[in-house]
């Protein structure tokens, strides 16, 4: 019923929130992306995204139809191996940011797990500049991370603004540096923050440094100081620093995904790069929303 080419389109737009940035993504026209959106819409008989000149979001059946077509797609792709004899065999270096940790990145690589039994994954969690190193040394054959500012590289997952989170009871002192939590080097976050605070001639000092996520979240919660975190992926226990305190615009960060494409890299694990990396764009509106329950869908 449902074309599978008009299903991907669709949870690329979806996920991107850009006919431009997912007809970038699939290599294809914009009037195509277009068109295959459309279709699916006279296919559903409903309106699955709400557009303007300036936005575009998913409508209440457009949430719906989330699910729905990463469900038909992914039994098609099984289906497709199932028939076709294909077998994905041999070892995945795979390296994930820690901003994943907290998210529904589990649930991808369960169904990846589910569908493609006979890869061995041996998962890194580290910093997204470090991982940036390893792949370019050819140590990691597949890297889902935050890329620096004007790095053109990677196919766009998702991007999200960063923000200045902390204790709600936290209050900080405009005549006194600002209190740093940051990851160390090379560490994207902690190079933006420095970054804008220089720029804006506010001082600043380190009160604390950890190479754990988890680390860093318990200083904060603590009222340590102030960290630069991804907006859609506050954790429990904080919240975004008021804008009295006037801490400068952190701006939007993008999380890609990244490929060994080397020549001596090996071809069991490229095509296992792939197909992983397929799971993770159709599922990639699960990465930027934190585990647990989600919150009820409201009509647009």
Known sequence: MYDPAQLR?????????SFTQAARRLGLRQSTVSQHVRRLEDATGRQLFARDTHSVVLTEDGEAMLGFARTILQAHERASAFFTGTRLRGR???GVSEDFVLTRLPEILQSFRRDHPEVDLELTVELSGTLHKRLEAGRLDLVL????TGDTRGELVWQDALTWIGAPQLRLDPDRPVPLIVFPPPGITRARALEVLEAHGRAWRIACTSTSLSGLIAAAQAGLGVMAHTRGLIPPGL???PARADLPELGDVDFVLLHNRHAGAHHGAQEAADALSASILAGGDRLHRP???RPPVTRR
């Open 145 to 148: 991370a935050k890329r620096r």
């Open 92 to 94: 995945l270096r795979f």
């Open 239 to 241: 919240v975004p620093v």
């Open 9 to 17: 389109t669709f949870l690329a737009v979806a996920q991107t929130l």
């Open 291 to 293: 585990a647990g329950p």
